[in-house]
């Protein structure tokens, strides 16, 4: 049954009870892609959420899905917005498909007394009066899908061994995922026998094998071959892991993107600025000429990428590497599988928009994958745990990992800390979580067990059990923590 707040009258809210009233009240604007998404990550969070939407359809499956409270409506509306409880909200996310109405609803929150407003804006023409106009506007955040996620594809190109690539502590440590290849030295070795084998500072700190085994491995645990690893190090020490571990591909000199929406002008910007050639393939004539304005260093084609006799024409056999990047999920796929098989060499990244049968996507050799709704969340759902602890230490970076059964996240460590001081090795650290770098003063640590955590450090901590908001939430039965 569709529920508006008024609707809903005194029934109980679901995840109050989760969290004992420690969640916070969001209000999101626009039940889309990535509207859902954030609805769902953010109530399992044990937030209480409602959603506003136009459209009765989505809210119909959302409240099926979620269970939670759905207003249907114009999000600009002050009557919408007050139907739905934003003149007590803490957060609203305006997320429609509209980068002016985004703005426009977090303009009405902040004047009706929502705490704090986040926009999802995409239009590029934006970036500069954003930073001109945020604070008359309200707003606590902007955010941009397609940016987020061309900054990921970009990062990860820089090290074309890796199918994921994550950035910390401003760049200076990197966690890169990788697949154990059959013949490699490290297959059924133990991870406490590996500083006798590698050279590079490295730790293993997640590992997927098969469809659905997630681990946050001990010292005990084997490698075997297949299994995706997610590594910690310094960009130096990844760099010699993969050299050595001879998985190491030369570095990508040009790149072929097939599709010229956001996402693959964001992207052919940053490649370009990098000093890479960059080939853009896009079947819609008018956008060619738009792009070949706004990219003059960009060869754009006018054709389609989906061909294959065309594909070759474009220079696909020269290319380091290749990006599936239209706005058409199968295409991307089979473009994906095609360039795979054909050219093993060159680098592929697909883009996937949807997220369903994601355990057969997963299964597919279609190199690395991103999908734009996920980076987005990311972004968010750091911001919300940071506002939900203004004293302790602040979430500096989060990475959903493996599908979001685990999560990456870096804490910049306050003076308060209950661990500060302590060796690791006394610490009583929650179960399926590891500590991976400490980050003190640009100098990076692989922590051992007698290393300690200090004040004004940054650190890195993935763990499987998700929700962590402060560095304290690490330690077993620490009573701010209440996502078990």
């Known amino acids: 049954r569709l529920l508006s707040r008024r609707e809903h009258g005194k029934m109980e809210n679901i995840n109050s009870d989760i969290q004992g009233g420690e969640g916070m009240k969001i209000v999101i604007v626009g039940d889309g892609k990535i509207g859902s998404t954030l609805a769902e990550q953010l109530s399992r969070e044990g937030h209480e959420v409602t959603i506003i939407d136009q459209n ?35 957060l609203l996310i305006a997320v429609t498909a509209s980068d002016e109405l985004n703005l426009l609803c977090c303009l009405v929150a902040k004047k009706l007394g929502a705490r704090h407003t986040i926009a999802r804006v995409r239009n590029p023409e934006y970036d500069e009066e954003l930073n001109l106009i945020s604070e008359d506007l309200g707003l606590s955040l902007s955010v941009n899908p ?19 690539t994550d950035t910390f502590a401003g760049g200076r440590v990197e966690m890169l995922k990788f697949q154990l290849p059959p013949d490699s030295q490290l ?36 490698l075997a071959a297949g299994d995706r690893i997610s ?47 960059v080939t853009i393939i896009e079947s819609n004539y008018a956008r060619c000429e738009e792009l070949s304005a706004a990219l003059p260093k960009a060869t754009i084609l006018h054709g389609d990428g989906t061909n294959e006799a065309f594909l070759r024409e474009s220079g696909i056999e020269q290319c380091d590497a290749f990006a599936a990047l239209t706005g058409i999920d199968e295409e991307n796929v089979l473009m994906g599988l095609y360039v795979r098989k054909t050219w093993p060499k060159v680098k592929v990244v697909t883009k996937i928009n949807r997220y369903s049968f994601q ?14 709704r996920f980076s987005t969340s990311n972004l968010i759902c750091r911001y919300v745990r940071s506002m ?16 979001g059964k685990a999560e990456a996240l870096e804490f910049r460590v306050a003076e308060s800390s209950a661990v500060c001081g302590v060796p690791l090795l006394k610490l009583e650290l929650r179960p399926n979580l590891l500590v991976c770098c400490i980050n003190r003063g640009g100098q990076i640590l692989i922590p051992s067990g007698q290393d300690t955590i200090e004040p004004g450090d940054t650190v890195v901590v993935v763990s499987s059990t998700p929700g962590l908001r402060e560095l304290d939430d690490i330690l077993a039965g620490h009573r701010g923590y209440g996502h078990e």
């Open 56 to 90: 009765a359809v989505p809210l119909q499956q959302t409240v099926e899905d979620l269970d939670i409270l759905c207003v249907e409506g114009n999000g600009a509306m002050s009557a919408t917005q007050l139907e739905a409880g934003v003149d007590s909200a803490d």
């Open 231 to 277: 590594f910690v190090a310094s960009p130096g020490n990844a760099q010699q892991f993969f050299r050595q571990q001879k998985l190491a591909a030369g570095r990508i000199r040009n790149a072929l993107l097939v599709g010229g929406g956001r996402i693959a002008f964001y992207l052919a910007r940053q490649l370009l600025e990098s000093g890479l050639g």
């Open 388 to 403: 939900q602890d203004s004293a302790g230490s602040k979430i500096e970076t989060l990475y959903k990992l493996v599908g």
């Open 359 to 372: 355990t057969i996507i997963d299964a597919m050799d279609i190199g690395s994958v991103f999908n734009p």
């Open 146 to 164: 397609e940016l987020n996620c061309a900054a990921e594809i970009a990062r990860t190109l820089r090290t074309p061994s890796a199918i994921k």
């Open 187 to 222: 297959v059924d070795k133990q991870l406490m026998e590996l500083p006798g084998l590698i050279k590079a500072k490295v730790l293993i700190c997640a590992v997927e094998r098969g469809e659905n085994e997630v681990y946050i491995p001990a010292g005990t645990f084997r």
